[in-house]
């Protein structure tokens, strides 16, 4: 097949993209019982077996992973003496969260302005059709192996997939992995995300009397809880700057891949005018190269209410994400003893550990790298650009310690305009087309210049 032939293939392919995604998005797969019935996930990961079989892959099945969750798990063996290669997804997307904040039904797939909207459009969905079109184009003409994996839970951070490659090592050996899960600097821009973000998140709990007593006979010298937490959790950013403080962690990194031009991250973020971004250096180092501190919720008497007593108990749950180089037990213990230190008057104060995950970092000096610098330059136009990613996807520091000869990349159909666990998640269709361009250039090139087995 020529070259020409393989993007006129994908072009031809698009309208069916749309139809497998329309079908995809219908089926409401939150892994969350408590908010979404079980059997909508298990729909999800049968139409995703389904579309894999009919795309060419062997032995497709679902399998149960340890947190009950379901993933997809398929293979077609390499011709002799040829690399495979591992495709990664997760058919499982965010609850559509305020129904009203969404112009058009999270789940039915929309186009408005050139873009398709829906949750899940993005994450992951998108990339599910992204990986069906790039076999699809290919067909039998695939001199590579395949493993692939749809994962189950990977909204809801539950570990199910992880335990079960520990598990289950030999249905995951390849020799690059493709995490396709991120995206996209911006659209039109081929970009491998080689920094993830490590977590931890805890609960700090500060309590000073033994019950709520009258603010008008007891305040000024009765200690106030809510008052003691807010003073403990401002020394986590500087007074002037709004920067992350975290004693005992390094808080000035700095980033040396693409940047994220100021603006445009406003944008993105939806910053209101006249507010200032918190922190220091460029937004690339405060995303990437940086720990970041988030107050996710606090639990107090709530304004509409509330009594004239002081609060004899409050407590906040707060999130820090951080940077490779720093080692995820030393994160939780720096932000659990800042935490303790911070709370005033000798008040009674506890921080349990939430959840934690280590950062990661890809080694791009592989020939899988090369040849997806390759593919990306053609089907863009441009050299691969090289992206951090504020979240943690704690399966890659999984497949990293089972196979450290495997190259692992994550790239995707993602990009900022996305809007991704927000309300109005849409994915930019070229965008599926360039990328499944790029995954199938990079799969028929990847035969002749990985390793030989």
Not at 139 to 168: C, K, M, N, W
Not at 320 to 349: E, I, Y
Not at 362 to 376: E, F, K, R, S, V
Request: charged share 20%; hydrophobic share 40%.
């Amino acid at each position: 097949m020529r070259e020409t032939e393989l993007a006129d293939r994908i072009a031809a392919l698009l309208p069916r993209a749309h139809a497998d995604l329309a079908e995809l998005v219908a089926i409401p797969s939150v892994a969350d019982p408590r908010q979404y019935p079980p059997e909508e996930c298990h729909r999800a990961a049968q139409w995703v077996a389904d579309a894999f079989t009919d795309a060419g892959l062997q032995d497709v099945r679902l399998v149960r992973t340890p947190d009950g969750s379901q993933a997809v798990l398929g293979h077609r063996p390499p011709p002799p003496g040829a690399p495979t290669v591992l495709l990664y997804c997760h058919y499982d997307v965010q609850p559509p969260l305020d129904d009203d904040a969404w112009t058009t039904p999270p789940f039915t797939l929309t186009e408005r302005d050139g873009r398709w909207y829906g949750r899940g459009t993005a994450d992951c969905k998108g990339n599910i059709v992204m990986h069906l079109t790039a076999l699809r184009a290919l067909g039998d003409d695939l001199p590579v192996g395949i493993r692939f994996v749809a994962e189950g839970s990977e909204e809801q951070g539950t570990g199910g997939l992880e335990q079960y490659v520990v598990r289950h090592p030999e249905d995951f050996v390849a020799d690059a992995l493709l995490i396709c899960d991120t995206g996209n600097a911006t659209v039109g821009t081929g970009t491998a995300t080689v920094s993830l973000r490590g977590l931890a998140n805890v609960v700090v709990t500060v309590r000073t009397l033994t019950g709520e007593v009258h603010s008008g006979m007891f305040g000024g010298p009765a200690p106030d809880a809510l008052g003691a937490l807010i003073q403990a959790l401002s020394t986590l950013r500087d007074p002037k700057t709004g920067a992350t403080r975290v004693d005992g962690l390094d808080c000035e990194g700095l980033w040396d891949g693409v940047g994220y031009d100021e603006e445009q991250f406003r944008a993105d973020a939806g910053v209101l005018d006249g507010v200032r971004l918190t922190g220091t250096g460029t937004v690339a180092d405060r995303l990437w190269a940086r720990p970041a501190v988030t107050v996710l919720g606090i639990d107090c008497p709530p304004v509409v209410g509330s009594s004239a007593s002081v609060p004899p108990t409050a407590r906040a749950r707060v999130s820090l994400r951080f940077p490779p180089g720093t080692d995820s037990h030393v994160a939780v213990a720096a932000l659990t003893a800042h935490l303790r230190a911070a709370v005033p008057w000798g008040a009674h104060v506890t921080v349990e550990t939430e959840s934690s995950g280590s950062a990661f970092r890809a080694a791009t000096d592989g020939p899988a790298y090369t040849t997806l610098d390759q593919a990306m330059t053609e089907v863009y136009g441009k050299p691969m650009a090289y992206l951090g990613q504020g979240g943690s996807i704690p399966l890659c520091n999984i497949l990293a310690e089972q196979y450290p000869q495997a190259e692992i990349v994550l790239m995707g159909v993602e990009e900022p305009q996305c809007l991704i666990h927000a309300p109005n998640e849409s994915v930019d269709p070229a965008e599926i087309a360039h990328m499944a361009h790029v995954e199938a250039l990079f799969l028929r090139r990847y035969a002749t210049t990985g390793p030989r087995n």
